[in-house]
């Protein structure tokens, strides 16, 4: 899954909101926004924040979710409008849950 980029939007309008995103940012403000500038506001949230420790980094120890992207998503930031067919490999929680082949 894609961060929710502060929004109380799931699934598949998640995945829709983050692409129409490039009508104002290009991709890599968009992606980055919705992952990295989030992970820095959850700790402001004090007791509320749902995820004690590290995030939006790779380091062991750290709450980290991995997708792997058939594309690049820096010159196409659609496909995440289809994360079924174009994320071939997620990882939450350090859980593999897709490990789509490659072709």
């Known amino acids: 899954m894609v961060s929710r980029s502060g929004t109380d939007v799931t699934g598949d309008q998640q995945s829709q909101f983050l692409a129409k995103m490039v009508w104002w940012y290009s991709p890599a403000e968009a992606l980055k926004q919705a992952t990295a500038d989030t992970a ?36 196409n930031l659609d496909l995440v409008k289809d994360p079924g067919k174009n994320f071939v490999v997620i990882i939450k929680d350090g859980k593999i849950y897709k490990n789509t082949p490659q072709k």
């Not at 506001?41 to 750290?62: D, F, H, I």
Request: charged residues 20%; proline residues 11%.
């Open 40 to 75: 820095k506001l959850l700790p402001l949230s004090g007791l509320r924040n749902p995820y004690p420790g590290k995030l939006s980094v790779v380091q062991e120890g750290a709450l980290a979710d991995l997708l792997l992207v058939d594309s690049n998503p820096l010159e």
